[in-house]
């Protein structure tokens, strides 16, 4: 039976006296007095934490966890933010994990960011990033990477049990899975949301807190002690503030987690200390330049291998690409992720300088061009009415306006995004000055040999496969079962009729506004095909698209350019993004999965050491890469994730050798 997206629920505000007063729980977001002393003394204060900043290195990791139960109005972020700025070494990062059930609308955010100009900066940036309010998590980067927001939508308790490994307390603990230094517990009064502090929930926070995990909080009832001294934490201190706020602090002695259900953590590789921070990428394309420049924004230096005279002559060759969503009413870990890749991908690429000039970012029109689409776009109805930023219904009338010429049916107007030109792209990402790029350099073997990865004349603690569909030629990689489909573009002449088209029109197929007096028209989608060059059965299939399209037009049908490339896509249309398994070692680990594909095996996965695939983006690159390179290059430099648990697991190459268990197929 097919699950529903379920939309975020937005937090019904009263303001009063110019303080928001949640109508649901029935009590104010924070004090009217001095919320903001209030949050410095509970929570910065509380968990000691400008003392633990300022210590002396080494005995400051360049990595901070905190994480908080209830995002509110954001106060509390920026006030930590705020000091983090002011009394964190230079290099270190300051990761903050919040959960909201009720998020703010925008509007009731910037209301109540106003209340505090000493954070104007910084409010205006949260602002500029805040995330459209869907499921699950959002990755925010900020301060230029020095403060990294993940705001998890959704419960609590189901939110934070995705950042666990396995969901058990031993094998985490071997695996040295915990990572939160400190926490603030924060939401209404317990009696009036009784899961914001369930003992189920600090069993959970206790499984991902660091040895002496700090806390804080102002609930100070006897249920509330409670639970955090069963799940194993003690009690410092309580007391009294100015404010005449209550308020609880103290660590974590022992975890204990003696509950939930546990899940074999197969996704999961142990962390490889890396001591000369050198990746090589084999591919530059999208993905290998994506993650070459995030590996470089990190401080690494890398080195591309490009088997052409040029970045981006393969899949990544074409001058106009269609950032496109993939739009569903329904869940699955496919549209799970692509909702999630899309939202992270807009702003990826607003955030790029000089964008304009290589993209046009305007909004497209997906047509209804056909029963299928129509009924699939009035599956979303319900759907868009909660997020009409994602995408508008408009009839024929409506689509004709936007588009600039007449057309005969409505569909999707979806603004935000657009076309790039994925050469200019991957070029400007490979001019990062830690990127050496070695162009006509062909790769047909690599061999590990002493804790390095040797490619041709390269030697790297890192390796990064990231070559299309050719990610399955080498020895450690030929079983993962990576297809091939090819896709055409062709550009055609603009008419005086077709020159008047503003916006791209998307249905069966997909035809672009005319740039330098060239219509681009695509794209087809070819599993079969004998050669990898553009050819007259291809252009045709795309001119005949040209009719449900805008029929009313008179097309130009003389090609003028053409282009093709051959795209990689898994089976499930999923991307492959990752560390590569050890395929004979995880076959026999994980064999008992064969009997009972939910048994409890106490094992991590068996991975290469330092091997790491980018590659299955299939025709939607633009949305799915930025993503997975930014987690990608997280990984491999040891930071903490931000990826829930269900989607490594949906990305991982490891899934291919777990069907062949569970299934018996290769």
């Known amino acids: 039976m097919s699950n529903p997206f379920i939309p975020i629920e937005t937090a019904q505000i009263v303001w009063q006296e110019n303080t928001p007063y949640s109508f649901l729980y029935q009590d104010f977001y ?39 139960t209830g995002f509110g109005t954001a106060l509390n972020f920026l006030t930590t933010w705020h000091y983090w700025l002011q009394h964190a070494p230079d290099e270190a990062i ?4 919040s959960c909201e059930k009720h998020p703010l609308s925008i509007a009731d955010l ?74 603030y517990f924060d939401g209404f009064d317990p009696e009036k949301n009784e899961s914001m502090w369930s ?43 100015d404010t005449k706020t209550d308020m609880l602090s103290g660590e974590l002695l022992t975890a204990r987690y003696d509950g939930g259900r546990r899940s074999t953590p197969w996704h999961f590789s142990t962390k490889k200390e890396v001591t000369t921070r050198k990746a090589a990428i084999i591919g530059a394309g ?15 230096k890398v080195t591309v291998l490009e088997r052409a005279a040029n970045p981006a002559q393969g899949a990544s060759g074409n001058s106009q690409a269609i950032l496109y969503p993939q739009l569903s009413a329904f869940k699955s870990p496919l549209t799970d992720f692509m909702l999630m890749a899309y939202l992270y991908a807009l702003r990826f690429y607003k955030q790029l300088p000089a964008i304009e000039k290589f993209a046009d970012l305007k909004g497209i029109i997906q047509l209804a061009y056909s029963d299928k689409e129509r009924k699939l776009q009035s599956s979303l109805k319900k759907w868009l009415e909660r997020y009409p930023e994602m995408a508008v219904p408009i009839d024929a009338k409506e689509a004709s306006q936007k588009a600039g010429i007449v057309l005969e049916n409505g569909g999707l107007f979806i603004p935000e995004t657009g076309w790039i030109d994925l050469p200019e792209l991957c070029r400007f990402l490979l001019e990062h000055p830690g990127i050496n790029t070695q162009t006509d350099t062909s790769v047909s073997q690599i061999h590990y040999e002493n804790g390095y990865w040797l490619v041709n004349s390269q030697r790297a603690e890192v390796l990064v496969i990231a070559n299309g569909y050719q990610a399955s030629q080498f020895e450690q990689t030929s079983w993962l079962p990576l297809k091939r489909i090819k896709g055409q573009m062709n550009w055609i002449d603009e008419s005086f009729e077709s020159r008047a088209l503003t916006r791209p029109l998307c249905g069966d197929g997909h035809v672009l506004p005319a740039r330098n007096g060239l219509h681009a028209v695509g794209a087809t989608f070819e599993l079969n095909f004998t050669h990898e060059q553009a050819d007259d059965q291809g ?12 029929g009313n037009i008179n097309w130009q049908k003389e090609v ?12 499930d249309y999923l991307p492959v993004a990752g560390p590569v398994p050890d395929a004979h070692t995880f076959l026999k680990r994980f064999a008992g999965l064969a009997d009972d594909s939910k048994r409890w095996i106490a094992a991590s996965g068996s991975y290469l050491p ?24 997280g990984l491999i430099n040891n930071e903490p994730g931000f990826l829930p648990r269900d989607t490594i697991r949906a990305l991982s190459a490891g899934r291919f050798l777990i069907k062949r268990i569970v299934f018996g197929k290769k």
Request: hydrophobic share 45%.
């Open 110 to 183: 910037k209301k109540c960011l106003a209340q505090w100009p000493e954070f104007e900066c910084l409010s205006a940036e949260l602002i500029s990033q805040y995330p459209l309010l869907t499921p699950g998590f959002h990755y925010l980067s900020l301060s230029e990477g020095k403060v990294k927001l993940i705001l998890m939508l959704g419960e609590a308790d189901a939110c934070f049990k995705q950042l666990s490994v396995s969901g058990d307390l031993k094998l985490d603990t071997q695996l040295q899975c915990a990572g939160f230094d400190a926490w």
């Open 610 to 633: 330092g091997l790491y695939v980018c590659s299955g983006f299939g025709s939607r690159g633009l949305t799915s890469v930025p993503v997975c390179a930014e987690w990608l290059a």
């Open 560 to 571: 003028r350019e053409q282009w093709a490339g051959v795209r990689a896509a898994a089976p």
């Open 94 to 97: 300051l990761y903050y994990y």
């Open 539 to 550: 252009s045709q299939l795309n001119l005949n698209r040209l009719a449900s399209l805008a």
């Open 30 to 68: 924070f004090s009217r007095e001095n919320a903001l002393s209030e949050a410095r003394d509970v929570f910065i204060e509380g968990n000691d934490l400008i003392n633990r900043w300022l210590k002396p290195q080494p005995l400051v990791r360049k990595q901070f966890c905190i994480g908080e």
């Open 199 to 241: 003992e189920d929930l600090f069993k959970v926070i206790a499984l991902l807190s660091r040895p002496a995990c700090t806390f804080a909080t102002r609930s100070t009832g006897s249920r509330v002690k409670d639970n955090l001294l069963t799940c194993g934490f003690i009690i410092n201190k309580q007391k009294k503030l």
């Open 286 to 300: 999208l993905a290998g330049a994506m993650t070459a420049n995030a590996l470089a924004r990190r401080g690494w």
